[in-house]
């Protein structure tokens, strides 16, 4: 298993397809073989992984894992103690309620890289610097928490995802670095990769297509008798009913059979205003 550290810089897509306006990874990453684990937002920076190894992206993401991801979120104004009370009880968004988050106000860091273009400055309101830690994966799910508590997230860049260090590992935007998953504790219960099997796999001979649990198919059940069959063993019409000119002399004339809209004998009329 293969996993490369990246850190993103702002204003690249999180994709390898080529695009017009933006730079993508496929400008920064060149081995066909790793594929993206976690993604990143146009406007977010930091800390990406990419690997060959085909289940890792839903090992991660998967909230039951609890593999925290860890963000530094500029935001616009001075954050109060009880919008950071919400954000760890969780917040009420669009798509249901998040899950409980760890935040807290932090002081901006002295690793801080300069984003290019810079974040806007207005002087007569104040920025604060929030570090958050959640276990989901939602659409831009941190920008939504924070301006659902009164304060929208300027600048965002996840720093850590478990116990991968983006700030220990020393990355620059645009750089990155292979990692060995034996040293981190974050790999040891990952599933094993399975290799890809597309729509024109073959299937397995074991399990055949309609197959039920007795073995069969169920277009091979065992067909039932024939109740369209009398005494003497002549087929009868289907259903088995006699028709009017079947019945012997003296037998009692079969009954006409109705669907409850109409009554046996009566004449319905062909035209409604007749």
């Known amino acids: 298993m293969k996993i490369i550290i990246f850190n993103k810089p702002y204003d690249v897509l999180s994709q390898f397809r080529e695009d017009s306006k933006h730079l993508t990874l496929s400008h920064f ?9 976690g993604r990143l937002d146009l406007d977010s920076e930091g800390l990406m992984f990419l690997t060959d190894h085909g289940g890792l992206n839903q090992f991660i993401t998967n909230p ?11 935001v616009d104004g001075d954050i109060t103690e009880e919008a950071l009370e919400q954000l760890r009880r969780g ?15 932090v002081e901006q860091p002295e690793w801080l890289w300069d984003r290019d273009p810079p974040v806007r400055f207005r002087a007569s309101i104040p920025t604060t610097w929030v570090e958050l830690q959640i276990c989901e994966g939602r659409n831009r799910q941190v920008r ?11 600048r965002l860049i996840r720093t850590q995802i478990g116990t991968i260090d983006l700030v220990k590992l020393g990355l620059q935007p645009g750089e990155q670095v292979e990692i ?31 197959e039920q649990k007795d073995g069969k198919s169920k277009f091979n059940k065992e067909q039932p008798k ?10 009868l019409p289907s259903g088995g009913t006699k028709r009017v000119w079947q019945t012997e002399e003296g037998e009692a004339k079969p009954r006409r059979k109705t669907n409850g809209t109409t009554r046996p004998g009566k004449i319905r ?3 409604r205003f007749g």
């Open 64 to 74: 039951k894992n609890k593999k925290f991801k860890t963000y530094l979120a500029q």
């Open 180 to 210: 060995e998953p034996l040293l981190y504790p974050d790999f040891k219960d990952v599933p094993a990769d399975k290799p890809y099997t597309g729509r024109s796999a073959p299937r397995s001979a074991a399990k055949k297509p309609f």
């Open 29 to 37: 990453i060149h081995d066909p073989e790793l594929r993206l684990a």
């Open 269 to 271: 009329r062909s035209n």
């Open 226 to 235: 024939d109740k369209g069959a009398n005494k003497a063993g002549k087929k």
């Open 91 to 105: 917040v009420e968004l669009a798509d249901g309620m998040t899950l409980p988050a760890k935040a807290r106000k």
């Open 144 to 154: 939504r928490m924070t301006a659902a508590v009164g304060f929208p997230t300027l």
